[in-house]
């Protein structure tokens, strides 16, 4: 199981939204998990400024923590297998035309937010590098 370090965390979270965003895909396609945030109710989503839906997610707990300790403190953190990820979670998202918000950050709204089918697409690309 792959172990943070704290100075890689520091440094993910000062890169820039599309560096997040490949480390992301890299790293869930590897590890084989996501993490994102839910309440009693289900996961947990944002919006942008045009009322858009999108699924926050991280590719480690620790970057979801991060933010988890501000505004979305009384929420749970939730691990998603890369099968739960790609066969239910994703396909769901798309057909309910809700986006991902892929490894936001405290402290900046710089965030690629992009269709399901999308990031499905990127992180099956990603997980034939590994097979």
């Not at 000062?14 to 994102?36: E, H, L, P």
């Not at 620790?62 to 929420?75: I, T, V």
């Not at 739960?84 to 900046?108: G, R, Y």
Request: net charge neutral; glycine share 2%; hydrophobic share 40%.
């Amino acid at each position: 199981m792959y172990k943070l370090s704290p100075k890689e965390i520091e440094v993910m979270v000062n890169k820039s939204a599309k560096d997040r965003y490949i480390y992301f895909v890299k790293r869930v396609a590897d590890q084989g998990a996501a993490w994102t945030l839910k309440d009693k109710e289900g996961f947990v989503t944002t919006s942008d400024s045009e009322a858009s839906l999108a699924l926050p997610i991280w590719p480690f707990k620790e970057y979801a923590s991060k933010l988890k300790e501000n505004e979305w403190k009384d929420l749970e953190l939730k691990k998603i297998s890369f099968k739960q990820l790609s066969k239910e979670i994703l396909p769901n998202l798309s057909k309910d035309s809700v986006n991902v918000a892929v490894f936001m950050v405290p402290n900046t709204n710089e965030v690629v937010t992009v269709s399901a089918d999308r990031l499905l697409d990127d992180l099956l690309n990603e997980q034939s590098n590994f097979l």
